[in-house]
T-cell receptor
Framework: DQQVKQNSPSLSVQEGRISILNCDYT??????FLWYKKYPAEGPTFLIS?????DKNEDGRFTVFLNKSAKHLSLHIVPSQPGDSAVYFC?????????????FGSGTRLLVRP | DAMVIQNPRYQVTQFGKPVTLSCSQT?????MYWYQQKSSQAPKLLFH???????NEADTPDNFQSRRPNTSFCFLDIRSPGLGDAAMYLC?????????????FGPGTRLTVL
C-alpha cells in the first residue's frame, strides 16, 4: 500500500525549460512534504519542503505547490539546468513518538538536456 | 563540514554470513535512522533511534538488528543475509528538537549478497 506515489519514473527536458515533477499521496494526515535530490553514488540531499498548511513554497529556481484537495504536490524547476539531472524523491512526513517518519515515493529520474 | 558518514561504501558478503554496516555523524543529532532501498524503489524505513530508544518498524524482519553505542555512531547488523537483502542501506539523522522535519542522509552502503 503505497502512501506516496511518483508515477513518472523518468522525465527529460531541455535546458532552460521548466521541469515539473509530480507526487500523489493518500494520507490526509501528513503534515509536511519534502523533496530530496539524489545524485549517483551519493545519499539523498534535502531540496525544499512545504507545510500542509501552505500551498506554495519557493526557493530560488525551485517551487513546490501543494493541492490538498487533490492530495497532490509538484516540484517546479525553472529554468532547468544540466546540473539538475538527478533522481528526485518526494517524501511525506508524519509524526512518530517524538520525531518524524518520512515516507518516500519511488523517485523520478530527471534528465536535463543541454 | 558536519556530515553523515557510512562505511563501507560497498560491502560484499556471502549468503548467511553476518554483516555489520556502520554510520557515524558529526551533526550531534539525537535521532538516527536506517533505510533499505532496493533498485528503483522508495527508501523504506527499517528502524530508528530516538536518543537511546530503539523503534522498530512493524514489518522489519528479525534478521535486521541495530546498535547505537553513543550519539555519534549507529550500526546495522544483518544476522543471516539472504539474496533478497541485497540493497542500498541509507543512514540518516535528524534533530526534531530543533523543529526540522528534514533528515540528513549519508552516501549509503551498497550490499551485495553472493
Amino acid at each position: 500500500d503505497q502512501q506516496v506515489k511518483q508515477n513518472s519514473p523518468s522525465l527529460s527536458v531541455q535546458e532552460g525549460r521548466i521541469s515539473i515533477l509530480n507526487c500523489d499521496y493518500t494520507n490526509s494526515m501528513f503534515d509536511y512534504f519534502l523533496w530530496y535530490k539524489k545524485y549517483p553514488a551519493e545519499g539523498p540531499t534535502f531540496l525544499i519542503s512545504i507545510s500542509s498548511i501552505k500551498d506554495k513554497n519557493e526557493d530560488g529556481r525551485f517551487t513546490v505547490f501543494l493541492n490538498k484537495s487533490a492530495k497532490h504536490l509538484s516540484l517546479h524547476i525553472v529554468p532547468s539546468q544540466p546540473g539538475d539531472s538527478a533522481v528526485y524523491f518526494c517524501a511525506a512526513s508524519t509524526p512518530m513518538d517524538s520525531s518524524y517518519k518520512l515516507i518516500f515515493g519511488s523517485g523520478t529520474r530527471l534528465l536535463v538536456r543541454p | 563540514d558536519a556530515m553523515v558518514i557510512q562505511n563501507p561504501r560497498y560491502q560484499v558478503t556471502q549468503f548467511g554470513k553476518p554483516v555489520t554496516l556502520s554510520c557515524s555523524q558529526t551533526l550531534n543529532h539525537n535521532v538516527m535512522y536506517w533505510y533499505q532501498q532496493k533498485s528503483s524503489q522508495a527508501p523504506k524505513l527499517l528502524f530508528h533511534y530516538y536518543d537511546k530508544d530503539f523503534n522498530n518498524e512493524a514489518d522489519t524482519p528479525d534478521n535486521f538488528q541495530s546498535r547505537r553505542p553513543n550519539t555519534s555512531f549507529c550500526f546495522l547488523d544483518i544476522r543471516s543475509p539472504g539474496l533478497g537483502d541485497a540493497a542500498m542501506y541509507l543512514c540518516a539523522t535528524s534533530s526534531p528538537r530543533e523543529g526540522f522535519n528534514e533528515q540528513f542522509f549519508g552516501p549509503g552502503t551498497r550490499l551485495t549478497v553472493l
